[in-house]
Every structure is written in structure tokens, then in C-alpha cells.
């Protein structure tokens, strides 16, 4: 949960066995984040769990 917005994603993950690790482009959001790059990386720790980790770059403050 994110208090200020909601962070978007997308990229093609394919589940074939766990665990797996993917990469996906940050491609904006809501709110504070409405203008977010940088990617998502995600971890497969078991069939149902997945440890994502958020490497998001700041906007610049000249846009």
C-alpha cells in the first residue's frame, strides 16, 4: 500500500515453475507517482508468494 497513489506496471511475466525472478517497466501511476519510471522486480518465493521490489527513478524537477 502506497499513501500517496498507486503505482502502474506492465510487462510480460510467464509462470512456469517457481521460483522465478521477472522485470517489468514502471510506466506511471496516480497521484504522486502519476509520472514514475524506473522497473519492478519481482521474486517468486513459493507458488502463491512473490517479493516485488519497486526501482523507481525521480522525476526531473525541469519538466
Wanted: glycine content about 12%; aromatic content about 12%; cysteine-free.
Amino acid at each position: 500500500m502506497l499513501a500517496d497513489g498507486d503505482i502502474t506496471a506492465q510487462g510480460r511475466v510467464t509462470f512456469i515453475q517457481a521460483p522465478t525472478d521477472f522485470d517489468v517497466a514502471i510506466i506511471g501511476g496516480t497521484g504522486s507517482y502519476r509520472r514514475a519510471t524506473g522497473w519492478l522486480h519481482g521474486h517468486s518465493v513459493n507458488g502463491t508468494d512473490t517479493q516485488v521490489t519497486l526501482h523507481i527513478y525521480p522525476y526531473p524537477v525541469w519538466h
